[in-house]
């Protein structure tokens, strides 16, 4: 399977501190994304890399991308009560326009 | 671009109904893919829709599910006869792995 695993499973930290979220993979792939879901609520698209990036930003978003490692992170710098969510990555594949999603990690930011 | 908009929101039906899920708008993408979600799990795939036709489907996406676009600017996915485990959050999302996804907000289905 090529599913992205995050880790940790959940993470809980003081509000203003930074949050970091890693995922895994196990096959090559193109592109890299992450996504946030609020509770019962739909998927957002945050940031796409591409296999041949190793860092993008995006506002207080940075992730980064190790292809020789199959691994990729993603901060959130100066965290917010609203930041509260699950953090999906996914993955897709050569010639394959569906993405395989990870089980998520759970962030809750404490006030 | 216009968001993605599901319906129903909620839906819940008895055990071997039918349900139809909607997804619009979609007009001018070729790209469409179905998505569920059970309660607490991962986003599973279900099916991938291009250029009119499916393009991919996972296991799940067995003879009890059908995808259509019945017209221009609709998206469907029909479950003939549901079950308790078809009970999840259902997403509708277009686009591409190269430019990344908008996913729809969901269709909450609770079969009883």
């Known amino acids: 399977s090529q599913q992205g695993e995050e880790d940790p499973q959940a993470l809980s930290i003081q509000e203003g501190e930074n949050a970091t979220m890693n995922c895994s993979y196990k096959?090559?792939?193109?592109?890299l994304q992450w996504y946030r879901q609020n509770s019962g609520r739909g998927l957002v698209h945050l940031i796409l890399?591409?296999?041949?990036?190793r860092e993008k930003h995006s506002g207080r978003l940075r992730v980064t991308l190790d292809t020789s490692k199959k691994s990729s992170s993603l901060l959130i710098t100066a965290s917010r009560a609203a930041d509260t969510a699950s953090y999906f990555c996914a993955t897709d594949a050569d010639r394959d326009d569906k993405i395989i999603f990870g089980k998520g990690t759970r962030l809750h930011i404490l006030p | 671009e216009p968001e993605v908009t599901q319906t129903p929101s909620h839906q819940v039906t008895q055990m071997g109904q039918e349900v139809i899920l909607r997804c619009v708008p979609i007009s001018n993408h070729l790209y469409f893919y179905w998505y569920r979600q059970i309660l607490g799990q991962k986003v599973e795939f279900l099916v991938s829709?291009?250029?009119?036709?499916?393009?991919?489907k996972s296991e799940i996406f067995d003879d009890q599910f059908s995808v259509e676009r019945p017209d221009g600017s609709n998206f469907t996915l029909k479950i003939r006869s549901t079950k308790l485990e078809d009970s999840a959050m259902y997403f509708c999302a277009r686009g591409t792995s190269v430019y990344g996804y908008t996913f729809g907000s969901g269709t909450r289905l609770t079969v009883v």
């Open positions: 829709f291009y250029n009119n036709e499916i393009s991919e």
């Open positions: 890399i591409r296999s041949n990036e």
């Open positions: 096959t090559s792939i193109n592109n």
